[in-house]
């Protein structure tokens, strides 16, 4: 299926988009259209080095969690 698309209205479509989102989604946003430009197996090969980091940490980091839960006020 072949769609074919007006830049002029889609222009003013993701200006009046982008006026009425916040920062923060906005960053999100620019987050979300850079992974979109990446090489799908750069992306698959970066998360499984992630993946690996933390779970050669994985201990270290839970530990953490529960003292820092600890610290967690009674309610």
Do not use: C, F
Request: glycine share 2%; net charge negative.
């Amino acid at each position: 299926m072949e769609v074919t698309m007006n830049a002029q209205i889609n222009r003013q479509a993701i200006h009046k988009l982008v006026d009425e989102l916040s920062e923060r989604e906005l960053r999100v946003a620019k987050l979300y259209l850079e992974r979109l430009k990446q090489n799908p197996e750069d992306v698959a090969a970066r998360d499984m080095r992630d993946a690996e980091i933390i779970n050669a940490h994985a201990d270290e980091l839970n530990a953490e969690a529960e003292d820092v839960l600890g610290y967690q006020a009674e309610w």
